[in-house]
T-cell receptor, first 117, second 113 residues
Framework: NAGVMQNPRHLVRRRGQEARLRCSPM?????VYWYRQLPEEGLKFMVY????????ESGMPKERFSAEFPKEGPSILRIQQVVRGDSAAYFC???????????????FGEGSRLTVL | DQQVKQNSPSLSVQEGRISILNCDYT??????FLWYKKYPAEGPTFLIS?????DKNEDGRFTVFLNKSAKHLSLHIVPSQPGDSAVYFC????????????FGGGTRVLVKP
């Protein structure tokens, strides 16, 4: 399977615990994006990373959320001290290059569904 | 501030007829627009896109129309098939500001056999 791989698919955490979501981009893709979908809403941009660099984190909450895309290994979205409002589907996407005409589009993973009890 | 809006949360259409999905945006700087289709418990999959320098793009049963003066785009699916039943998201991006897509809230399409 050469698609965007996310794990875990489902994660249950109690309030105050930490959640770690992992994303392996498609082969050959060096651009990774994280989006969040709250129930009954559209996808909201969180962060855009390239290897070892955060390019745009304008959609990330200022506290408790962090993301990385190390030189080796998957991208990680980390949520510390989770609260019930963090319950959502978190989608990772990757692209070969900047999205735009003739340069391809984002390919999404199947998402990680976080439930905070 | 919702820059991309899909005002119809749902749409029901008979198999074989045309489905028309609408999307409005407020940021006139957006220069690339995309439609994604999403099944339950799956990630969005790319459907079709259009550059702001065009007003129409066609791919098989799917056609996207862009009216820049009205800041409006639409997706036509004809003929609609039961397998088209899904949630459709329009998205827009501003090349100069990076790669992030701004999504609408989605339209749930049900194609009845």
């Amino acid at each position: 399977n050469a698609g965007v791989m996310q794990n875990p698919r489902h994660l249950v955490r109690r309030r105050g615990q930490e959640a770690r979501l992992r994303c392996s981009p498609m082969k050959g893709h060096s651009h990774v994006y994280w989006y969040r979908q709250l129930p009954e809403e559209g996808l909201k941009f969180m962060v855009y990373l390239q290897k070892e660099n955060i390019i745009d984190e304008s959609g990330m909450p200022k506290e408790r959320f962090s993301a990385e895309f190390p030189k080796e290994g998957p991208s990680i979205l980390r949520i510390q001290q989770v609260v019930r409002g963090d319950s959502a589907a978190y989608f990772c996407a990757s692209s070969r290059a900047q999205v735009g005409p003739n340069t391809g589009e984002l390919f999404f993973g199947e998402g990680s569904r976080l439930t905070v009890l | 501030d919702q820059q991309v809006k899909q005002n119809s949360p749902s749409l029901s259409v008979q198999e074989g007829r045309i489905s028309i999905l609408n999307c409005d945006y407020t940021n006139s700087m957006f220069d690339y627009f995309l439609w994604y289709k999403k099944y339950p418990a799956e990630g969005p999959t790319f459907l079709i896109s259009i550059s702001s320098i065009k007003d129409k793009n066609e791919d098989g049963r799917f056609t996207v129309f862009l009216n820049k003066s009205a800041k409006h785009l639409s997706l036509h699916i004809v003929p609609s098939q039961p397998g088209d039943s899904a949630v459709y998201f329009c998205a827009a991006t501003l090349k100069a500001a990076g790669n992030k897509l701004t999504f609408g809230g989605g339209t749930r399409v049900l194609v009845k056999p």
